[in-house]
């Protein structure tokens, strides 16, 4: 089926699909659910799990899109509140939440959630990382 020019195969199988398609189309309903039911179910699987596997990066692709999308959408409201918190100031508590001791940081329990914080010392805040 090969002839001298690149691509050719290509082309031919390309359009071999098509004509398929189109007869296919213009078959009836009935034979069209004929068609349907006297499918080979294995071949067809096999065919499903390579039209996958040839699609997952396109569809990994868009996935990453929408999910920077929607982190983008939440950004202005992430800065308003960072802003407001770094204009008011951080917590006033002054000693750690577990021992009593000073306060040498805070702890973050959810990054979302950047106003939500726990006063730790060093040591009380190692041990809550460590702890996971």
Known sequence: MKTGRKGSTDTASRRKALKERLRYQAKSKAQREAVVDNR???AQQAADARRHERDKPTRLAKQRAQNQKER???RPQLRARAK??????PPSAKTCSS???KAAGYHHSDYNKAEEVTPLCASCHGKKHRAR
């Open 99 to 101: 021992c009593g001791a």
């Open 40 to 42: 080979d179910r294995g």
């Open 72 to 74: 983008d959408e939440d």
């Open 84 to 89: 407001a918190y770094l204009k008011h100031g």
